[in-house]
Every structure is written in structure tokens, then in C-alpha cells.
């Protein structure tokens, strides 16, 4: 222990002490990351501004009273309404059968398209019910007695939820990008830029268990990946208070966001840093010089994120505790290494393993702590639902 | 202090090579034992191991009672090991990096230690600048407390004065002769002929992997009839061993 809490010390004061570490691990997580996220959302809000003010170019092709019931939205003469939907001309166009059934075309892609769509389908709604009714009257039954359509179900929880679904889908992702990245050049630093300057050497030449170097190599590392993942949470924060304000709502708190779920999200990521620095720790290894362990831990990144996306959102069953395997496998494996027990080949086999235990243990962690689909799928709404109630 | 047999070690790759053939050597306390040999000959292979940072493929090896593979914890609480290529922490004091050794090599008081030795050693001046700052001598001297923060009994230097001016050089070369007069036990390798004629009492001259010939300056210089040691060391280099 002696040993393991000299070792992090040191790395830690080196780390800090270290402008590139400084840069990468604090000020772009502080800065960089949000204004990112500001500036995105900036260019998004003007963009929403631009389509709010262009209504939606509706064709219909109906009998009259279709016509009349879809005249809400502006309408325009219907000639040529495919090809004009196509080419981009119109947003949507409905078009009624010889059965009478409607059939509503638009397109995906286009904001402007998509409202088009949401207008048209509430008006339908409307048409229909008005129609059912009518045949129900017709026939002596009462007016609700007949549905001749299909009822349709939309998402009753408007655009505000479907915000914080998105937002609670980003976060965690956004918080798992943060911490790999900052961890990439620390820990490139500490192995393959210590190997390079020789002072690796000095260190495994002491008294001191391998075990220990390696713990606290990997301990500082995985500090300083939690120092961004915090203060990107913080810098990420403030923005969203900054935004909220700016869209005239009131400020978010921090009070509400200490619920049990985050609180476990929280130590999910503990468990993660160090899971993280041991499998790049281990794919960087074999590098022999500091670019070669920076292209080495990008690629494994890479490969990270691609695996923990769907894993997050995949994963059906409780056991964040399986989080811890990772942890201890990596650790035993770079001890290995250390010794010069282990070979490339082990050391790659064990780096994948690794890896796979590490995304599976992140996304069981996901699930216990959260009865969504994701880590902060119930924080974040009940967050922002209990800071709009404290400050109405 | 130092017992040797029959180590060896080879590497694999596409051109396996036997970069040590079974050296065998013995260094007492209170001497210098030269490791003379050019560049390739297995100088720092054979420290590496010595010092446990390489596993030998055959032989033994026990530095003060310790064997390399069976217990190499007990070989590194043994030697001070300092080479060429061994650095400083740049972004450490010069305070900090000996403060940072002593607690690691588990030494009773580390601040305590780490003060005596930055008087002995005159690190005063810039014990508080970073090593990054520092001058190649105060660096070596930084190197130097390094390497002796937990008194080991047996110093493992390789070619500790390689890319050093004359005047730093020669005040490690002094440091080296007052370890000796204090008992240690000193492992040097060079390929500086004058270092080794002036430091060492017993010199192997390694080529290839395998020691050529061992002895004291005047046994060397008995044995080949040549005066000086480069003499000497050219003859056995040119007879030579076998190709590997």
C-alpha cells in the first residue's frame, strides 16, 4: 500500500504539473466540450427558427370534404404532387383512395416536411372520428359505436420529453467519451513516454511489488479521466442552465439531480475509469513510441465506443458489480506484463476480453440503475421535472 | 556479494540471437568488477538481468543472497542500478524525486534521508527547480542519490558516464571510487578503456555475447604481454570467440 499511494502521488503530481495533460483532461472538458454542445444547439435553434417561419407546402387530392376538413393547413393545388414532393417542392401530400382510405406522404428528412406531417396527421385524426361518427349515426347506432379506422397512437409526451429522452440517451455517451478521452494521453504518458525517457526503468528496478507501479499507474490515470468526466458534468451543466434561460425557462439546480440513480450512475464511472486506463493501459503496451500509443489507444477507443453504444441500450438484466471483472483481469494482465511474463498475443487476447467484460459490465451497471434504456434514462427527466417545480 | 554462473539469454524474432552465452563472474565487497566490451556485446543484457528487468533463459545469478528469478524482490532492495538511459522525472523537483525513491524503496524517514543526501551530493542550489531545468551534471548527481536513497550493498552502473563532459564525468568517477572505499560492491560496464584501467580491480572483456578473458589489469597485461588495456582489449576482440 505504501508503495501503490507513493506511485499515484507521483503520477499524480506529474499528471497536474503536465500542460498537455492540463489541456486535454481539464480545459477541454471545462471549455471546449461545451461550448461545443452551446454552439450546436445555437446553430439548431436557429434552425428551428428558420422552419417555424416557413409554413409547410401542403398538397391534398381528396374528395371536398376531406378538402374542407384538411383546410387548416394552407393547401396547394395538387397537380403533380408526387413528383413535387420528390423534388422537394411540396412537404407532404395526401391523397385519398377509391375506398376512401388516405395516404399521407412526406419526407423524414426535412424539418419543414415533418411538421407538415404532424399538422396533417392531427387533422386527420379529426376526419376520421368525424367520419366514424357519421356512419354510426347513419346506421341508427350510437356515435361511438363504430371506429371504422385505425386509431393511431402518438407520443402524448410532447416535445419536451422527447428532448430529455435525447438528452438522457447523449449524456451517458457524452460521459464515457470523456473519460476516454482524457484518459488516452495520461496514460500514454505514464507507459510509453516513461519507457521512452527511461525512467520506467528506474521505477521497476526499486523495491516495489509490480503490482503497486501498476495500480498506481493506472489509480492517477483513472483520477484524472474522473477530474474531466466532473468537470465536463459541471461545464455541461451551465450550459444547459444557460440555455434553459435563454429559452425562457428557469434555472436548472443541482439539489434535485442527487437522486439514487444518479448517485449509482456516479459509481458506475468510478468503476469504469480504471477499468478504461487498464485496457488501453494494455493495448498500448507493445508501442514503442508516443505516437504509436497515442494511434493505439485511439484505435481501441474506436472500437470502445462502437461496442458501448448499443450495449448501453441492449441490455436486459441487472449486475453492475460485473463492472469490477474488468477491472481485476486488466490489472493482473498488466502485471504480467510488467514482469515480462506475458507476450503481445496474451496481452491482446486479454485486452479483448477485457474489453468485452468492460462494455458488458457498463451496460448491466446501466440497467440496474435505471428502468430505461439508459444511465440517466430516469435521473435527468426527474431532474429537470423537480427543478421546474421548484422554480415554476 | 555478486556470484554469477552460466548465465545466458537469447532472444526470438525473425533472427533469434544469444545476446549473453553462459558468463560466469564474482565480485566481492569493497571492489569494482569492469564489464569492458564494445557496443552489442551484451554488456547491458547481462546488467538487465542482474538488475531483474530481464528474466535469463539459463544460469543463476545471486546478488547478496538473492537469486534473480527466485527472488528478485530481495535483488532490487540490493542494488543501486543507474545507466545512461535511466531518466528523471521532468516534471519532479530534484527534492521530490529522491523524496519520491525513498518512500518507494521503503526507507524509515524519507524526508530525513532525502535531506542528508541532498547535502552530500550538493544538490542544495536546485533542490527545488524541476529536474526538466536542470544541467546535465546536476541531473547525474540527482541520478545519483537516486540510486543510493536505501544504501544498497551493490552498485549496478552501466555506462553511467556516456554523454557526460570530462569535469561531470570525473566527479562520478569519484563518487564510484568513494562506494568502493565504503564497501560497496560495483558492477561497472564501459567501453571507455581509460574508466575501467583507472576504476576496476577485476575487468571481463565481453564480445559476442561471451566473456574473452577476466582478470586484474596486471594479470590481463601478464597474460597477453600488452601494456595498455586497449592493447589488450583489441587482441581479445580480434581472436575473439566463436561466431554466434
Same mark, same amino acid.
Given at each position: 500500500m505504501r508503495a501503490f499511494l507513493a506511485v499515484l502521488g507521483k503520477e499524480l503530481t506529474e499528471s497536474f504539473r503536465d500542460g498537455s495533460v492540463l489541456l486535454y483532461s481539464i480545459a477541454f472538458p471545462l471549455v471546449l466540450y461545451p461550448l461545443l454542445l452551446w454552439g450546436a444547439v445555437q446553430l439548431l435553434v436557429l434552425q428551428a427558427g428558420v422552419v417555424e417561419q416557413q409554413p409547410p407546402r401542403l398538397a391534398v387530392d381528396a374528395s371536398l370534404d376531406v378538402m374542407e376538413a384538411l383546410l387548416a393547413p394552407p393547401a396547394l393545388p395538387s397537380e403533380g404532387g408526387r413528383e413535387a414532393l420528390l423534388a422537394g417542392d411540396l412537404d407532404a401530400l395526401v391523397e385519398e383512395g377509391a375506398d376512401?382510405?388516405?395516404?399521407? &406522404?412526406?419526407?423524414?428528412?426535412?424539418?419543414?416536411?415533418?411538421?407538415?406531417?404532424?399538422?396533417?396527421?392531427?387533422?386527420?385524426?379529426?376526419?376520421?372520428?368525424?367520419?366514424?361518427? @357519421?356512419?354510426?349515426?347513419?346506421?341508427?347506432?350510437?356515435?361511438?359505436?363504430?371506429?371504422?379506422?385505425?386509431?393511431?397512437?402518438?407520443? !402524448?409526451?410532447?416535445?419536451?420529453?422527447?428532448?430529455?429522452?435525447?438528452?438522457?440517451?447523449?449524456?451517458?455517451?457524452?460521459?464515457?467519451?470523456?473519460?476516454?478521452?482524457?484518459?488516452?494521453?495520461?496514460?500514454?504518458?505514464?507507459?510509453?513516454?516513461?519507457?521512452?525517457?527511461?525512467?520506467?526503468?528506474?521505477?521497476?528496478?526499486? @523495491?516495489?511489488?509490480?503490482?503497486?507501479?501498476?495500480?498506481?499507474?493506472?489509480? %492517477?490515470?483513472?483520477?484524472?479521466?474522473?477530474?474531466?468526466?466532473?468537470?465536463? &458534468?459541471?461545464?455541461?451543466?451551465?450550459?444547459?442552465?444557460?440555455?434553459?434561460?435563454?429559452?425562457?425557462?428557469?434555472?436548472?439546480?443541482?439539489?434535485?439531480?442527487?437522486?439514487?440513480?444518479?448517485?449509482?450512475?456516479?459509481?458506475?464511472?468510478?468503476?469504469?475509469?480504471?477499468?478504461?486506463?487498464?485496457?488501453?493501459?494494455?493495448?498500448?503496451?507493445?508501442?514503442?513510441?508516443?505516437? %504509436?500509443?497515442?494511434?493505439?489507444?485511439?484505435?481501441?477507443? !474506436?472500437? %470502445?465506443?462502437?461496442?458501448?453504444?448499443?450495449?448501453?441500450?441492449?441490455? !436486459?438484466?441487472?449486475?453492475?458489480?460485473? @463492472?469490477?471483472?474488468?477491472?481485476? &483481469?486488466?490489472?493482473?494482465?498488466?502485471? &504480467?506484463?510488467?514482469?515480462?511474463?506475458?507476450?503481445g498475443g496474451p496481452i491482446a487476447v486479454a485486452a479483448l476480453v477485457n474489453l468485452l467484460l468492460a462494455a458488458v459490465g457498463l451496460s448491466l451497471g446501466a440497467r440496474v440503475l435505471s428502468r430505461e434504456d439508459y444511465l440517466f434514462g430516469q435521473a435527468l427527466p426527474r431532474w429537470l421535472s423537480w427543478t421546474r417545480a421548484r422554480h415554476p | 556479494m555478486i556470484d554469477v554462473e552460466g548465465l545466458t539469454k537469447r532472444f526470438f524474432g525473425p533472427e533469434p540471437v544469444t545476446a549473453v552465452d553462459g558468463v560466469s563472474f564474482h565480485c566481492a565487497p569493497g571492489r569494482i568488477f569492469g564489464l569492458l566490451g564494445p557496443n552489442g556485446a551484451g554488456k547491458t543484457t547481462t546488467l538487465r538481468m542482474l538488475a531483474t528487468l530481464l528474466s535469463p533463459d539459463e544460469g543463476t545469478a545471486r546478488l547478496n543472497g538473492h537469486e534473480v528469478r527466485e527472488d528478485p524482490a530481495g535483488v532490487r532492495g540490493s542494488i543501486g542500478y543507474l545507466s545512461a538511459s535511466t531518466g528523471l522525472y521532468g516534471r519532479l523537483t530534484a527534492w521530490e524525486m529522491i523524496a519520491y525513491f525513498a518512500r518507494l524503496q521503503g526507507v524509515a524517514d524519507p524526508e530525513a534521508r532525502t535531506a542528508e543526501l541532498v547535502e552530500r551530493f550538493g544538490i542544495g542550489p536546485f533542490a527545488r527547480v524541476r529536474c526538466e531545468r536542470l544541467s546535465t551534471g546536476m541531473r547525474q548527481k540527482v541520478s545519483i542519490a537516486r540510486a543510493v536513497v536505501h544504501q544498497p550493498p551493490i552498485l549496478i552502473l552501466d555506462e553511467p558516464t556516456s554523454g557526460l563532459d570530462v569535469l561531470v564525468a570525473r566527479t562520478f568517477l569519484d563518487f564510484v571510487e568513494r562506494a568502493r572505499d565504503e564497501g560497496h560492491c560495483v558492477l561497472y560496464s564501459t567501453h571507455i578503456m581509460s574508466e575501467a584501467e583507472r576504476l576496476c580491480d577485476r575487468i571481463a572483456i565481453l564480445h559476442r555475447g561471451r566473456i574473452l578473458a577476466e582478470g586484474s589489469l596486471s594479470e590481463l597485461r601478464e597474460a597477453t604481454g600488452l601494456r595498455y588495456l586497449e592493447d589488450i582489449f583489441v587482441r581479445c576482440v580480434e581472436r575473439g570467440g566463436p561466431e554466434r
Open positions: 376512401g382510405a388516405l395516404t399521407l &406522404g412526406w419526407r423524414s428528412t426535412r424539418a419543414r416536411s415533418e411538421r407538415a406531417r404532424e399538422l396533417v396527421e392531427e387533422r386527420v385524426e379529426v376526419l376520421r372520428a368525424e367520419r366514424g361518427e @357519421a356512419l354510426a349515426v347513419g346506421a341508427g347506432l350510437p356515435p361511438d359505436a363504430l371506429c371504422p379506422w385505425d386509431v393511431r397512437s402518438t407520443d !402524448t409526451a410532447g416535445s419536451e420529453r422527447v428532448a430529455l429522452e435525447a438528452l438522457s440517451r447523449v449524456i451517458p455517451l457524452m460521459a464515457l467519451t470523456t473519460l476516454m478521452i482524457s484518459i488516452i494521453y495520461p496514460m500514454v504518458e505514464v507507459l510509453v513516454g516513461e519507457r521512452e525517457r527511461g525512467t520506467l526503468e528506474t521505477t521497476l528496478v526499486a @523495491a516495489v511489488p509490480r503490482w503497486a507501479v501498476a495500480a498506481g499507474k493506472l489509480g %492517477a490515470v483513472a483520477v484524472t479521466g474522473l477530474f474531466a468526466v466532473a468537470g465536463n &458534468g459541471l461545464a455541461i451543466w451551465a450550459t444547459l442552465a444557460s440555455l434553459t434561460a435563454q429559452a425562457g425557462g428557469s434555472a436548472l439546480s443541482l439539489a434535485g439531480l442527487w437522486s439514487p440513480a444518479l448517485l449509482g450512475a456516479i459509481g458506475a464511472l468510478i468503476l469504469l475509469a480504471p477499468a478504461t486506463a487498464a485496457w488501453i493501459g494494455l493495448a498500448i503496451l507493445p508501442a514503442q513510441s508516443f505516437k %504509436a500509443g497515442q494511434n493505439r489507444a485511439t484505435l481501441v477507443i !474506436t472500437l %470502445a465506443l462502437g461496442l458501448a453504444a448499443p450495449c448501453l441500450s441492449a441490455s !436486459t438484466e441487472p449486475g453492475w458489480a460485473w @463492472a469490477a471483472v474488468p477491472v481485476a &483481469g486488466t490489472a493482473m494482465a498488466l502485471r &504480467g506484463a510488467l514482469n515480462g511474463v506475458l507476450a | -
